[in-house]
């Protein structure tokens, strides 16, 4: 008896849920928008938050910017829970490996004294400072309206917690595993004059009320002034003293960073683009929280850079204003 194989293709009904046709047209959809686009709840809540009378639990009016359409500010990482924890997962085991060759080489336990102390100063206790973009960004996506901003907003604040945890890895190979690093990095974030002006900018931020608010003073202006001062400005000084092992531990963060900026500023150009309106109040938050973050890391700087500071804060301050004309903003 002869067997004869044959296939037979199905013609699936739809080629994506509905709400996906009527935004995006008859056609199948990405996993991403699948995961991201209007999926939250829009109606028939049971109550109002008792700690927020005056709000729905997900509602528009809890920031001052205005949007047409809140699912315009997507991600163009496109990044959904299975590609995000995907791309982070390589990037983890790099990391790994490259840390793990550093340990059996002892790089930064065989520096000086000194500059063991100079790292605890800046990056370990940064790791404070990231805590705190971890903090805010949680409240963004808890706050924010519309999936597109809040998962992106969630992923971030892992990011944050991922990033300070990387930080206190490497106060640990300076103290050979015991801690003692991260202790004396906390008491410097608490106490050091040096970081008192933004340790107060970081708690200011967490009493900010408008999500979109927080999200231009954490996300654009003070990642946009401290980063490139750690790891960018402090990190150039350190190589030029004491060789390149440092840089091979922070070249994770900054990678990292350019990536998050890539979130960060199709947002805020987005929003900017929106209406006149919503760039005038974005200018001022820029203008106001730069005026704050700017003035709390002249200490820091100072600390860290010695007379090169002002030329680093300088450079720094042009690159901002470069990269907030692209996003269509005014200059500070």
Not at 303 to 331: H, Q
């Amino acid at each position: 008896m002869a067997v004869e194989i044959k296939t037979a293709g199905v013609k699936p009904v739809r080629t994506a849920f509905e709400h996906l046709i009527a935004r995006f047209g008859d056609k199948p959809a990405t996993r991403y928008q699948e995961f991201a686009f209007d999926t939250q709840p829009k109606t028939n809540f049971h109550y109002r938050p008792l700690w927020d009378p005056d709000h729905e639990i997900y509602d528009k009016s809890k920031t001052a910017i205005v949007m047409a359409d809140w699912y315009a500010l997507k991600d163009p990482r496109q990044f959904y829970y299975g590609s995000y924890t995907i791309a982070r997962a390589k990037q983890q085991d790099a990391i790994d490996q490259q840390m793990a060759f550093l340990d059996e080489r002892g790089a930064l336990s065989e520096l000086p004294d000194q500059a063991k102390r100079l790292i605890t100063f800046s990056l370990v206790a940064l790791r404070h400072y990231e805590w705190g973009s971890n903090t805010n960004n949680n409240f963004i996506a808890a706050y924010g309206y519309g999936t597109t901003i809040t998962q992106a907003a969630t992923m971030a604040m892992c990011d944050r917690l991922a990033m300070a945890q990387h930080l206190s890895r490497i106060g640990l190979f300076l103290d050979d595993k015991t801690g003692v690093s991260l202790d004396e990095a906390k008491e410097f974030w608490m106490s050091h004059s040096a970081w008192q002006g933004l340790r107060r900018q970081v708690e200011n931020m967490f009493v900010v009320s408008d999500w979109f608010e927080l999200m231009v003073a954490q996300n654009l202006v003070a990642d946009g002034i401290v980063c490139p001062l750690i790891f960018q400005e402090f990190d150039r000084h350190f190589r030029s003293k004491h060789g390149n092992d440092l840089s091979s531990l922070t070249n994770y963060s900054v990678r990292w960073q350019k990536d998050f900026t890539r979130w960060v500023d199709a947002v805020i150009k987005t929003a900017a683009a929106e209406s006149a309106e919503n760039r005038e109040l974005i200018d001022t938050w820029v203008k106001n929280w730069h005026l704050h973050i700017n003035s709390a890391i002249d200490g820091l700087a100072s600390e860290l850079l010695g007379d090169e500071a002002t030329a680093s804060l300088t450079t720094i301050n042009n690159e901002f204003n470069v990269r907030l004309s692209k996003l269509g903003l005014s200059a500070i």
